[in-house]
Nanobody
């Protein structure tokens, strides 16, 4: 059974950094994963994704500040968040789209505040 577990969220000051991790179990090989976020009262939005071939894509709001990467040996995808802003506050989810269905993790809260 495929499972995704996010970690690494927490409270960070504006301008600070945080690294989120998404560990995928029940699946092997290179995986394509997307990081999404949902702030209170807002729709879930794509933050960044990485294809099986390693191509990355970012939302305009995080370009130049966030970096998505993958460790194939650990079945883990990371989201390095630098120069964070209060508007980055949200629950962050990782998503694994497969041909049969799409899997979501439980989410990890990121709060940017002084």
């Amino acid at each position: 059974q495929v499972q995704l577990v996010e970690s690494g969220g927490g409270l960070v000051q504006p301008g600070g950094s945080l690294r989120l991790s998404c560990v995928a179990s029940g699946i092997i090989g290179r995986i394509a994963v997307g990081w999404y976020r949902q702030a209170p009262g807002k729709q879930r939005e794509l933050v960044a994704d990485i294809t099986r071939g390693g191509t990355t894509n970012y939302a305009d709001s995080v370009k130049g500040r966030f970096t998505i990467s993958r460790d194939n040996a650990k079945n883990t995808v990371y989201l390095q968040m630098d120069s964070v802003k209060p508007e980055d506050t949200a629950v962050y989810y990782c998503n694994l789209p497969l041909s049969t269905r799409s899997y979501w993790g439980q989410g990890t809260q990121v709060t940017v505040s002084s």
